[in-house]
């Protein structure tokens, strides 16, 4: 059974760092494209950042370039966004996702304080 599980979201200050973590089973992390999403209140979800199955193409949004890096950790099975100078736009429900054929995780919430 696929399964994605994020965890690492908070209340930071602005400027602040936080690191999510998305634990996957079922699935061999690294054989697949994978991404994370963000959603703010009353936004629509958003792609923020994604990393080929090679590991080798990472892509970001515009607004997170230079603050976010994708990376993944493959012995643990785990993909991870560590999200650096926070700002409060930042703020959003984040989202693990596999691309295709897609599998999302349940979210964590990051709140950014100014």
């Known amino acids: 059974q696929v399964q994605l599980v994020e965890s690492g979201g908070g209340l930071v200050q602005a400027g602040g760092s936080l690191r999510l973590s998305c634990a996957a089973s079922g699935f061999t992390l690294s054989t697949y494209d994978m991404a994370w999403h963000r959603q703010a209140p009353g936004k629509e979800r958003e792609l923020v950042a994604m990393i080929t199955s090679g590991g080798v193409t990472t892509s970001f949004a515009d607004s997170v370039k230079g603050r976010f890096v994708i990376s993944r950790d493959i012995p643990k099975n785990t993909l991870y966004l560590q999200m650096n100078n926070l700002k409060p736009e930042d703020t959003a429900v984040y989202y693990c996702?596999?691309?295709?054929?897609?599998?999302w995780g349940q979210g964590t919430q990051v709140t950014i304080s100014s």
């Open positions: 996702r596999r691309v295709w054929p897609a599998s």
